[in-house]
Each structure stands twice: as structure tokens, then as C-alpha cells.
């Protein structure tokens, strides 16, 4: 059974995307920390869309947690159509304040994981000559994040690697997207300590917009797409910006974000 792999599903915008898909009859295999909740959506999932749910619980942090997935996967006799890597997470503050362990952590989940299972789906696309990823960076991407230095690191890998990909899989009939949102209204920002944040609040875009316009770049293979039009002029404008002006501004917004 063909499926659409969601990471990070059990919440945010990974649970926004398998409502979505669900709602446009897709099968899914969601994949989080939190087996409870993943049961309950896909329970809910099923009985209002009429199509398969499938659950896996895991820590895609872990360094076997890719081989482990992609076992079950093939045990159960499925084929990833599509894979949405979204798990991820940040943390604020001075990069020699956060805990080493903490900051692996992120690099592993952010960048390991979600590089492990493209180069584990793509061969099988490769070969039918169809399927899709769609990785989510940020528009943290565009610059340096004084006080969140490691996670801006992080998704400006993703982007890079994103753009790489759709590049070199063009040509065989495979979409390759990387969505870049700003502030979301999910979980994400609780976990990073930014919601409650002026500037958070104020500028904040709904996860429904966010995972409409991820899912149409996955659909139109649109290389990079950057979530909201002021979103898009604030990344945009990096490219004119001299480096140095660029990270004060982006550091003087996270100090903000503290206030």
C-alpha cells in the first residue's frame, strides 16, 4: 500500500498535514515520540475520511531510528509515496548556556533524520520514476540566529540540502520541495520558549496556511517555498542586506523574544 510519510505527526504542523492529506484520501503513516496521541488521531483520521492510518512510535533522534522505521515500513508491506519530513525542534538562548547533549539532539533530529530517510526512500522513487519530499526548513534558514545559533544552522542545512536534491532528482520525475513558514502558531513555539512573545504574537501565521502552502510547492515541485507574503519579503531582503546588519537584526528579534 502506497503511503505519505508524515514525521513530527503527532502535533503541529505534522498533525496540519495528515489532516490535510486525509481530507484528500491519502493514506498515512504517521511517526512521533507519543504513541497515545498518535493512535487517537489516527482513529480519528480513519472514521471521518475513510482511508488507512498507520502509527509508528519513535525517536527519530536515536542513530538506528531510520533503519528501524524503514523495517517496519517494509514489514508491513507499505511504500512511502510521499515523505514529509517535519520533525524538529529549537531552543533559545546562548549557545554556551544550552546543554551540549540538548543541541546534538537537535542537530540529529533537524538534519541526521531527515537526511537518513530521503536517502532511504529515494532509490525505490528513483526507480518508479515517482513520489515526493517535502522537507521543512524555515525562514531562519536565510541568515544567523544569535541566541538560537544552533537551530538556524540546522534549517539553513535543510534548505541547502532541499535545493541539492530537487536539482538531482528533476530529471526522474521526483517532486523536492523544502517549505520555509516563519512564526507558527503550534507546539513548536512552547517547546522553543517563544510563544509567548510579543513579536511571536503579533506576527504568528495560523499552521492551516502554512501546511496549504507547503502541500501546493510539494504539488507544483516548486524548489523553495517561504510560508506568508511578509515572510517572503523579510527573507528576501536578506540577499541585500550586508551579513553583519543581517545577524544583529536577527539576534536584537530573539533578545526581543525574551522580553
Request: proline share 3%; hydrophobic share 50%.
Amino acid at each position: 500500500m502506497d503511503v505519505t510519510l508524515i514525521t513530527g505527526a503527532s502535533s503541529g504542523l505534522g498533525e496540519g498535514f495528515a489532516r490535510a492529506l486525509a481530507a484528500r484520501k491519502h493514506n498515512l503513516l504517521l511517526v512521533a515520540r507519543r504513541q497515545e496521541r498518535l493512535a487517537e488521531l489516527a482513529v480519528e483520521l480513519e472514521r471521518g475520511n475513510d482511508v488507512s492510518v498507520k502509527t509508528i512510535a519513535l525517536d527519530l533522534a536515536a542513530p538506528d531510528a531510520g533503519a528501524r522505521l524503514m523495517t517496519e515500513v517494509a514489514e508491513r508491506g507499505l511504500r512511502v509515496e510521499t515523505l514529509i519530513n517535519n520533525a524538529g525542534f529549537g531552543a533559545r538562548g546562548a549557545f554556551a548556556d544550552i546543554g551540549l547533549a540538548e543541541q546534538q539532539r537537535m542537530i540529529a533530529l533537524n538534519c541526521a533524520a531527515l537526511v537518513d530517510l530521503c536517502h532511504r526512500v529515494l532509490p525505490d522513487m528513483i526507480a518508479r520514476k515517482s513520489g515526493g519530499i517535502l522537507n521543512v526548513a524555515s525562514t531562519a534558514a536565510f541568515q544567523p540566529g544569535p541566541w538560537m545559533a544552533v537551530y538556524y544552522a540546522t534549517k539553513a542545512f535543510v534548505l541547502s540540502f532541499s535545493e541539492a536534491l530537487h536539482e538531482e532528482v528533476r530529471g526522474h520525475g521526483i517532486r523536492v520541495a523544502a517549505l520555509c513558514p516563519g512564526p507558527t502558531r503550534t507546539e513548536f513555539a512552547d517547546v522553543a520558549g517563544m510563544a509567548d512573545s510579543e513579536l511571536f504574537k503579533r506576527f504568528a501565521s495560523p499552521s492551516s496556511a502554512v501546511v496549504r502552502d507547503g502541500l501546493a510547492a510539494l504539488e507544483h515541485n516548486q524548489a523553495v517555498k517561504i510560508s506568508g507574503a511578509l515572510n517572503a519579503i523579510m527573507a528576501e531582503s536578506i540577499r541585500f542586506t550586508p551579513r553583519a546588519l543581517a545577524r544583529r537584526i536577527a539576534g536584537g528579534m530573539q533578545k526581543a523574544r525574551s522580553a
